[in-house]
């Protein structure tokens, strides 16, 4: 069987979920493939534990989308990103610094949403669009390229002929590989927990990271649970370290988290399971081939730092939705693809260069290490304008849009 379409997308994560609902709210006729099945709830087997924080500059993609009024009622501002070194030789907070949303913005920095419910509230609105068909359970196999289209077979054997195929399926893509598209890796020996935890003082929605070794601690503002404040958490170690931690009994890991935190919420309690991710920095050596983009984590991965990752691809779909618009007869073609490379591609690398130097400042081990870093921290924070300067670069402010093209 064939069939023909504007935008195909290989992937049913949450960036290619939004990009369904992005590019289906637009008016284009799209069909969304993935060989998994929606994990719709917390407590199901294979529930995305984490959390997103949507910054500001993604928001009006969400909106375009259909999906912010779904997904506000859910959120929790974040209001001041808080970080924290502990490096000294207790694991207590020997330095403090809060940037301040109200010094860049009327607006908080962001909201943070489970990333479970995002899949429920997006597979919601993907049914509200005629025009969009979501095939979970149904994969990528392969692709034929050729000058007015692209053919990609299914893994069912459906055939879709396709303008423009996304890939959005992805650090392994498979559209990446039928691309013949290379990635390079870095690989850091560092794992994450991520969780939920309640805990005994509010979080007046300040998200924390709390620096000692090992890669940082960090406490995300979550609406609260059963009358008690809750936050999520992702916790960065080496690998043996996490897999020490995930296999302590609940008690154990209690203690050990509340101590790790350095108590500044006072004792957490574990209200979800633990589930471990493993931390790598990764970028395409190319977002784009013919009639084809790369979104997300098929053109990006960066460890969890400073609410990047996904703020990275929906900067990728606003870019593309710019482009896209000025050729809804053919999306795919060459004027779209390759501008969504050049005017992605550059941003891409600085941020995941920047993102790198950072994961590595938070592992140090060395004490002489820590204390440069509380130093430069401090030195940073100082000068308001540096400050101000880092918190808009944080929040990719000029970065989402159509971007800028270097060449």
């Known amino acids: 069987m064939r069939e023909t ?6 992937g049913g994560g949450v960036a290619g979920l939004t990009a369904a609902c992005a590019l289906g709210s637009a008016g284009f006729r799209v069909i969304c493939v993935d060989p998994a ?19 500001q500059p993604s928001i009006p993609v969400l909106q ?16 001041v990103m808080r970080i924290i070194d502990a490096g000294g030789a207790e694991p207590i907070a020997r330095l403090t610094r809060d940037f301040d949303a109200r010094d860049i913005s009327d607006q908080p920095f962001g909201w943070n949403l489970p990333n479970w419910l995002l899949r429920r509230e997006m597979v919601a609105r993907l049914e509200e669009l005629a025009n969009v068909s979501f095939r979970p359970g149904i994969g990528f196999s392969r692709m034929l390229v050729r000058e007015s289209e692209a ?33 390079k890796t870095c690989r850091y020996g560092q794992k994450a927990l991520a969780f939920a935890v309640a805990h005994d003082l509010p979080h007046g929605n300040v998200s924390t990271e709390v620096h000692r070794k090992g890669g940082p601690f960090t406490l995300v503002p979550l609406p609260d649970r059963d009358g008690r404040p809750a936050s999520a958490v992702v916790w960065m170690e080496s690998g043996p370290e996490v897999a ?3 296999a302590l009994p609940v008690s154990d890991f ?7 935190s350095s108590g500044i919420l006072g004792q957490l309690r574990l209200i979800s399971r633990r589930s471990v991710w493993p931390i790598i920095s990764q970028i395409a050596d190319r977002m784009s081939g013919q009639r084809s983009v790369l979104l997300a984590e098929a053109a990006h991965v960066v460890p969890p730092i400073g609410a990047q990752g996904l703020n990275m691809s929906l900067a990728d779909l606003a870019c593309l939705l710019s482009l896209v618009e000025k050729h809804r007869d053919d999306p795919g073609v060459a004027a779209v693809t390759e501008a969504y490379h ?8 600085a941020r995941v260069t920047g993102i790198d130097l950072l994961n590595r400042a938070s592992m140090a081990e060395a004490r002489p290490l ?5 130093r430069a921290l401090d030195l940073l924070y100082s000068t308001k304008p540096v400050r101000q300067t880092l918190m808009r670069a944080g929040l990719g402010l000029g970065a989402v849009g159509a971007g800028t093209d270097p060449s």
């Open 5 to 10: 379409t504007d935008i195909l997308i290989s």
């Open 37 to 55: 099945l929606p994990v719709t709830s917390d407590e199901a087997d294979g529930a995305d534990l984490r959390t997103t924080a949507f910054l």
């Open 64 to 79: 375009g989308a259909g999906l912010w009024p779904r997904l506000e009622p859910h959120a929790a501002a974040l209001q």
């Open 151 to 183: 053919l990609v077979t299914l893994t069912d054997g459906t055939r879709i002929a396709a303008h423009l195929v996304i890939g959005a399926d992805g650090r392994q893509s498979p559209v990446r590989e039928a691309l013949g598209i290379g990635a």
């Open 244 to 246: 020490r931690l995930v």
């Open 254 to 260: 209690e203690a050990e988290m509340t101590a790790r």
């Open 342 to 349: 050049r005017r992605r591609h550059w941003e891409v690398r």
């Open 370 to 374: 820590r204390d440069l870093r509380a």
